[in-house]
């Protein structure tokens, strides 16, 4: 008899595993309770607080488990917290890395057969990875570029009144940094080599000039760094004109900037630079509101995390990936994937310029809780 009830109880159990299962197949989530690790860089940068929190949504709406780990612009600390989603079975990763650290364990998830999608950022020097999704970052540069190009008119600049700029990058470990910067220097190195445009500072004509590409960028995008470098800026190279205009990669930095450039009694209560941005955050949509900051770049960034969830489900099931909002990068375009060891599949999402004139355009998009967008109003 007892012999009989536990034949019994294990057919049940069975049973109600394939039942489960049959269930789950049925509603098209075959994979659904997969787990998905989601490692971001940092979040000293408000995206990625962002990025973590629509990147889990999407995953979890889509029937996913799913992860967040932030690496607090540590390698190690995120080298260590994808360690974990492997051992704990993840079936796909989404990273947007600090530094090419990040490689040993790329390649320990492909050992594991691990599915990898560069976020944001492009894994450089990699070959363990097929996708990677971003924003046209040389756009997100082009756009910084053309934000001075029109803040300051340089089309009728001329050489006996010339207007004067400084130069900032990102970090210089983030690949996106080459990017921005060469993006807005294709638009103002024409400005410089006619006279109209004078570089105070370091000037590398590109990001390949590595040597002067250095002493411009920001490690780890921090804000104080670049604070202090622009301060250093004020009272030594820039000390004896007023500035025109400081191209700054990023929000964050851009605020630092200006932070910087109120201590000092020549911009304090006049004219601040015409400063350049990338994000959309809050403060600085504000400050654009407010006639301080000049311009930002609006990366939707719930639209990247919805396509990157989108690209990782498709993976997932074997499916060719099509993603709405995105465009695979093909022709010219196609090396924005070059890891240097391999070209690996791109997807792309366009950013947008903004300017006071069209601050509502992020606003109308959502991208703002309630509070924050009626201030923008
Ligand atoms: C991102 C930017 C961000 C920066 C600092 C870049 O890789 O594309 O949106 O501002 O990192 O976190």
Same mark, same amino acid.
């Given at each position: 008899?007892?012999?009989?009830?536990?034949?019994?109880?294990?057919?049940?159990?069975?049973?109600?595993?394939?039942?489960?299962?049959?269930?789950? =197949?049925?509603?098209?989530?075959?994979?659904?309770?997969?787990?998905?690790?989601?490692?971001?860089?940092?979040?000293?940068?408000?995206?990625?607080?962002?990025?973590?929190?629509?990147?889990?949504?999407?995953?979890?709406?889509?029937?996913?488990?799913?992860?967040?780990?932030?690496?607090?612009?540590?390698?190690?600390?995120?080298?260590?917290?994808?360690?974990?989603?492997?051992?704990?079975?993840?079936?796909?990763?989404?990273?947007?890395?600090?530094?090419?650290?990040?490689?040993?364990?790329?390649?320990?998830?492909?050992?594991?057969?691990?599915?990898?999608?560069?976020?944001?950022?492009?894994?450089?020097?990699?070959?363990?990875?097929?996708?990677?999704?971003?924003?046209?970052?040389?756009?997100?540069?082009?756009?910084?570029?053309?934000?001075?190009?029109?803040?300051?008119?340089?089309?009728?600049?001329?050489?006996?009144?010339?207007?004067?700029?400084?130069?900032?990058?990102?970090?210089?470990?983030?690949?996106?940094?080459?990017?921005?910067?060469?993006?807005?220097?294709?638009?103002?190195?024409?400005?410089?080599?006619?006279?109209?445009?004078?570089?105070?500072?370091?000037?590398?004509?590109?990001?390949?000039?590595?040597?002067?590409?250095?002493?411009?960028?920001?490690?780890?995008?921090?804000?104080?760094?670049?604070?202090?470098?622009? =301060?250093?800026?004020?009272?030594?190279?820039?000390?004896?004109?007023?500035?025109?205009?400081?191209?700054?990669?990023?929000?964050?930095?851009?605020?630092?900037?200006? =932070?910087?450039?109120?201590?000092?009694?020549?911009?304090?209560?006049?004219?601040?630079?015409?400063?350049?941005?990338?994000?959309?955050?809050?403060?600085?949509?504000?400050?654009?509101?407010?006639?301080?900051?000049?311009?930002?770049?609006?990366?939707?960034?719930?639209?990247?995390?919805?396509?990157?969830?989108?690209?990782?489900?498709?993976?997932?099931?074997?499916?060719?990936?099509?993603?709405?909002?995105?465009?695979?990068?093909?022709?010219?375009?196609?090396?924005?994937?070059?890891?240097?060891?391999?070209?690996?599949?791109?997807?792309?999402?366009?950013?947008?310029?903004?300017?006071?004139?069209?601050?509502?355009?992020?606003?109308?998009?959502?991208?703002?809780?309630?509070?924050?967008?009626?201030?923008?109003?």
């Amino acid at each position: 008899m007892k012999k009989i009830c536990a034949v019994l109880i294990v057919l049940l159990v069975a049973g109600s595993f394939a039942f489960a299962k049959s269930q789950q =197949e049925a509603s098209g989530g075959g994979q659904s309770s997969s787990l998905i690790g989601i490692a971001m860089p940092e979040t000293h940068v408000l995206r990625w607080q962002k990025d973590g929190a629509s990147l889990k949504s999407a995953a979890e709406s889509r029937g996913y488990r799913a992860e967040v780990a932030y690496g607090d612009a540590d390698q190690t600390q995120q080298n260590r917290q994808i360690q974990g989603f492997l051992t704990q079975g993840a079936k796909l990763l989404v990273v947007g890395n600090v530094n090419d650290g990040v490689n040993s364990v790329i390649a320990d998830a492909a050992r594991d057969n691990v599915a990898v999608i560069a976020y944001d950022r492009l894994i450089m020097g990699s070959a363990d990875y097929d996708y990677y999704i971003t924003f046209d970052n040389f756009k997100v540069g082009q756009f910084q570029g053309q934000g001075i190009e029109q803040g300051l008119g340089l089309a009728s600049a001329t050489q006996a009144n010339p207007k004067y700029i400084t130069l900032f990058a990102g970090s210089p470990t983030d690949n996106n940094s080459k990017f921005f910067f060469d993006g807005a220097m294709s638009v103002l190195n024409p400005y410089i080599q006619s006279g109209v445009l004078k570089v105070v500072g370091p000037y590398p004509q590109t990001s390949a000039d590595n040597a002067n590409f250095q002493r411009i960028a920001t490690e780890n995008w921090q804000a104080p760094i670049a604070k202090t470098r622009m =301060e250093n800026l004020l009272s030594n190279d820039a000390r004896s004109v007023v500035l025109d205009a400081v191209l700054a990669p990023n929000d964050t930095l851009a605020r630092a900037i200006i =932070e910087a450039c109120l201590a000092d009694a020549k911009y304090a209560g006049g004219k601040l630079p015409v400063v350049t941005g990338q994000d959309a955050e809050f403060d600085s949509a504000l400050s654009i509101k407010n006639g301080q900051q000049y311009m930002t770049v609006f990366k939707d960034t719930a639209k990247l995390a919805e396509a990157a969830v989108i690209l990782a489900d498709q993976i997932l099931k074997g499916q060719t990936p099509n993603i709405p909002g995105a465009s695979l990068a093909s022709g010219n375009l196609t090396s924005i994937g070059d890891t240097g060891v391999k070209v690996v599949k791109a997807y792309l999402l366009e950013p947008v310029i903004i300017t006071r004139n069209n601050i509502s355009v992020p606003v109308n998009a959502g991208f703002y809780p309630d509070a924050e967008a009626s201030q923008l109003r």
